[in-house]
């Protein structure tokens, strides 16, 4: 089974409210990664979970938060979101570095903000 | 940081036609090279990856070939059909280091019945 669930697929959301988009994946993979892709444009990875750690945080603004309960889960809580920010998000896992790296990609949630 | 380019950026074939795509990078750590097709409002999908020891693998329709001393790899599809038009994303990086991933620019393929 070589599946990563996202959920919602579709979310429209005000620039007040607080939401959050949810991934998981049954693959026993210990890396799990956000990324942003906008129209016409590649994927950019926005986060790593390598073993339930985050790995990367750098450009991507604060009101963006992920959180990764445990190593099958990960969420992205949304907040104070601007209308750029519409995009789809991807969701993906990998079985971790040292072990093997190819990722394997959700369906993607696509957010809109108004 | 990695420098990552992918040509022709869109391309159309009539079915039956083959198709080649080229992905260039610049980081000499890049060790294993995947490319993933995407097809309209999906998430983007591993249809063929090569590791740096290996110069060139085949699966059924689709290979890629390596050239690691020039730093590029290539996609190519062969006896296409409608269904391959999607667009393809090459992502080159080490296998240590996910968060080094960065994709390529995408190549929009169509393939005309």
């Known amino acids: 089974d070589t599946e990563v669930t996202q959920t919602p697929k579709h979310l429209v959301m005000g620039m007040t409210n607080k939401k959050s988009l949810k991934c998981e994946q049954h693959?026993?993979?210990?890396?799990m990664y956000w990324y942003k892709q906008k129209a016409k444009k590649p994927p950019e990875l926005m986060f790593v979970y390598s073993y339930e750690k985050l790995s990367i945080n750098e450009s991507v603004p604060s009101r963006f938060s992920p959180e990764c309960p445990n190593s099958s889960l990960l969420n992205l809580h949304l907040h104070a979101l601007q209308p750029e920010d519409s995009a789809l998000y991807l969701c993906?896992?990998?079985?971790?570095?040292?072990?093997?790296?190819?990722?394997?990609f959700g369906e993607g949630s696509w957010l809109t903000v108004v | 940081g990695e420098n990552v380019e992918q040509h022709p950026s869109t391309l159309s074939v009539q079915e039956g036609d083959s198709a080649v795509i080229k992905c260039t990078y610049s980081?000499?750590?890049?060790?294993?090279f995947p490319w993933y097709k995407q097809e309209l409002g999906k998430g983007p999908q591993l249809i063929i990856d090569?590791?740096?020891?290996?110069g060139e693998k085949k699966d059924q329709r689709i290979a890629v070939t390596l050239n690691k001393t020039a730093k590029h790899f290539s996609l190519h599809i062969t006896e296409t059909q409608p269904e391959d038009s999607a667009v393809y994303f090459c992502a080159p990086h080490s296998i240590y280091n996910t968060d080094k991933l960065i994709f390529g620019t995408g190549t929009r393929l169509q393939v005309f019945p």
């Open positions: 693959m026993g993979h210990r890396a």
């Open positions: 090569i590791r740096s020891n290996v």
């Open positions: 993906a896992s990998s079985a971790g570095p040292l072990v093997g790296n190819t990722i394997y």
């Open positions: 980081d000499s750590a890049s060790n294993y």
